[in-house]
């Protein structure tokens, strides 16, 4: 039961991760933690002790293939992010909020 | 017509995005009849589909092994919504062919589109969570590479606040898909319609009766399913993305996005997920509704403060997915056949308020009100289309948005919750107050109020308002045809509510029907997985031979949205704007 909690754990440390960091890189980073703690309590679940359950493996593959599909996208978008404002400070690439006041 | 045909609905736009972004390099007139006749292929299908009766009767389609392949279910409401999104399709579309002229990447622009086309169809139609996931992620993942279209600094911005957000929501939803997959042992819709409303042992499983809707955990996947389907709907306390995403993409996106995405992946995912399958409990509506209410009031409040044309209908879109939701969330026939209306109808005028918006802008250069001014003799056309937009979206008769709201304020009535009325009235006359300025800032009065003033918020130089030309003819043509649907809709409301509205209004409150499609299924040769104690002993006889056809075709699609996003990562690095 130990393992479940870890992989919660793990979840809750991406999300925090996302939540506090100013750095985009490392929110990024937080988000893929969390996506991989899901991932992770998807094999979990369909882990009988000696084998895994075939269905669960297809679904986890095709989690983590898309998960990276979206890590690629954001991370082009946050490399011309850097470029056009010449920070990583996610703090101050706010360009946008002039408009919502 | 034949099961096959459903696929068709979702492999045709993925086919014809692929062969667009190969060929476009060197047939570039191939671009803009490919993506017509795709859209025509999907609105003679489902055409197809009303004229058989398969759409109001309830058709299924399965590939793979029955439960544990992949599933495509067509019924009253899937229908309602796949029509829409071909008719806004196809107005986006025409509309393109002269405005994305702006952009030199048009072949990228038109794969992307469709793949956004696929996703929407896809959310659609499947009948299992884990199918449901992964086209939420192909909407989404096409989604935050058009709202990065144009490469600048404020796109750029936005597409990373949304994408940033949206795989947030996306996550919640697959732990919740994992949370349902744990506690119920099954990721079919049906099935897990079937499990969760009924206390008879269920005949595909043979397994003990289940505690109905007290499976531990199932309470947790709701409440997730909720907070991620409402990122993705951009209810109010979620909304943030929005009005940044929605203004920053290309007009016909931004169109498609307000009009059909949030629809698609929000407002139907939220309907199906929660009366198909989860059943509405008095918790449940009272979520909906005030997540709803909340939703309208700050939509609307925000909305009049804004300045930027594109910007203020991105508030609105989220005050109009409040009264969408507040319709649903009550629960009743009435306000039911309310919410769904007016989704239908918020697609058509939102779409053409922002086809709108991109005309100002591709004639003037800016979407800033104050630098506006004056445009309806240079702009006829435009004009009268964006008059007929504004009176439907504020409510007035006989235009479309009226009878949907007009039935949403009635079926709060009838409910009893009569300071939701209230407030649904008054949110309406505020609509009606931020689209009288807009028609008095962009379409009446002087030219440029504040042309002279200095330091003004929105991009772009001021324009020179006496040069202004109408837009070229296809744009035209699809704001006419939008406007068109608006006045029809709200003439012709009887015919629309009886033809179209209700056997979406029946398949979703009659909820043994959703679950009888898990009949029309096949049961698949191994002993299906049904509760978490019997899912560990079914599990040592399943062999991976037997899901291989899913296996390969799940596996598949996700090497495609790979493939493709290593294409559209590639070309981000560049700048795109002419």
Redesign the interface.
């Known amino acids: 039961m130990l393992i479940f909690y870890l992989c919660g754990g793990l979840?809750c440390s991406g999300?925090l991760c996302?939540l506090i960091q100013k750095n985009?890189v490392k929110?990024i980073i937080g988000?893929v933690l969390?996506?991989y703690a899901?991932s992770l309590?998807?094999v979990l679940?369909?882990f009988?002790g000696s084998?895994v359950?075939?269905?669960?493996t297809?679904?986890a593959?095709?989690?983590l293939?898309?998960g990276?599909?979206?890590l690629?996208?954001?991370?082009?978008?946050?490399?011309?992010?850097n470029h056009?404002?010449q920070t990583l400070d996610i703090s101050k690439?706010?360009?946008?909020k002039?408009?919502?006041d | 017509m034949q099961p096959i045909l459903i696929a068709a609905l979702v492999l045709i736009p993925v086919f014809s995005a692929f062969a667009v972004l190969l060929l476009a390099r060197w047939a570039r007139w191939f671009l803009d009849a490919a993506a017509i006749i795709t859209i025509l292929l999907l609105l003679g299908l489902i055409s197809g589909f009303y004229i058989a009766g398969a759409a109001t009767a309830g058709q299924v389609y399965c590939l793979g092994n029955g439960i544990l392949g992949i599933n495509l279910i067509l019924d009253g409401l899937s229908s309602l919504l796949l029509l829409t999104v071909a008719i806004i399709a196809l107005a986006i579309v025409v509309y393109s062919f002269a405005y994305i002229n702006k952009f030199t990447a048009k072949g990228k622009y038109y794969a992307l589109l469709l793949l956004m086309l696929a996703g929407m169809n896809g959310i659609i139609l499947s009948g299992d969570l884990f199918n449901l996931y992964i086209f939420i992620e192909l909407l989404a993942l096409a989604s935050y590479a058009l709202v990065a279209f144009g490469c600048e600094k404020e796109e750029l911005e936005a597409a990373l606040k949304y994408m940033l957000l949206g795989s947030l929501a996306s996550l919640l939803i697959l732990l919740g898909v994992v949370l349902v997959y744990t506690f119920a042992g099954t990721l079919n819709l049906p099935q897990l319609s079937q499990l969760l409303h009924s206390t008879l042992p269920t005949p595909a499983s043979g397994a003990a009766a289940l505690p109905n809707y007290i499976l531990p955990g199932i309470p947790l996947a709701l409440a997730l399913f909720l907070a991620g389907f409402g990122i993705k709907a951009a209810l109010v306390p979620f909304h943030t993305w929005l009005p940044d995403a929605h203004p920053s993409a290309p007009a016909p996106i931004s169109a498609a996005l307000s009009g059909l995405a949030i629809k698609a992946a929000g407002a139907y995912a939220i309907t199906r997920i929660v009366f198909s399958v989860f059943g509405l409990t008095p918790q449940v509506s009272q979520i909906l509704i005030t997540l709803g209410v909340i939703s309208m009031v700050v939509g609307v409040l925000l909305a009049l403060a804004q300045w930027d044309f594109k910007r203020l209908l991105a508030w609105h879109s989220i005050s109009q997915m409040g009264y969408i939701l507040l319709g649903i969330g009550l629960g009743t026939p009435l306000g039911i056949l309310g919410g769904i209306f007016h989704l239908i109808n918020h697609s058509v005028f939102k779409s053409l308020l922002f086809l709108n918006a991109g005309a100002v802008e591709y004639a003037t250069g800016t979407r800033d009100l104050k630098k506006l001014g004056g445009l309806s003799k240079k702009m006829p056309v435009t004009a009268a289309t964006s008059l007929v937009a504004s009176l439907s979206i504020s409510g007035i008769p006989p235009f479309n948005g009226f009878w949907s709201k007009l039935l949403i304020i009635f079926a709060a009535v009838f409910a009893g919750q009569y300071l939701y009325a209230a407030l649904a009235a008054v949110v309406s006359i505020l609509t009606l107050a931020s689209f009288a300025k807009i028609q008095k800032y962009v379409f009446f009065g002087s030219a440029g109020v504040e042309s002279a003033a200095v330091g003004s918020t929105s991009a772009g130089s001021t324009p020179d308002l006496q040069q202004i030309k109408e837009v070229p003819a296809p744009m035209q043509v699809a704001m006419v045809f939008l406007a068109v649907l608006c006045v029809l809709c709200g003439i012709f409301y009887p015919l629309i509510i009886s033809q179209l509205l209700n056997p979406a209004v029946i398949s979703v409150l009659d909820i043994n029907r959703y679950a009888q499609y898990s009949e029309l299924i096949p049961t698949p040769t191994l002993a299906a997985p049904a509760a978490f104690a019997g899912t560990i002993t079914a599990l040592k006889n399943l062999a991976l031979p037997q899901l291989s056809l899913a296996a390969i075709f799940n596996i598949a699609v996700a090497w495609l949205i790979l493939g493709g996003v290593f294409v559209f990562a590639a070309f981000k690095l560049r700048n795109n704007k002419k």
């Not at chain 1, 359950?53 to 669960?56: A, F, G, M, Q």
């Not at chain 1, 690439?93 to 946008?96: A, H, K, S, W």
Request: no cysteine; hydrophobic share 60%; charged share 10%.
């Open positions: 979840f999300i996302m985009l929110v988000l969390a996506e899901v309590l998807m679940v369909g009988n084998r359950n075939p269905l669960i297809e679904l593959m095709v989690t293939t898309i990276l599909a979206s690629i996208l954001l991370t082009a978008i946050s490399v011309r992010v056009t404002n690439i706010n360009q946008l002039e408009y919502s």
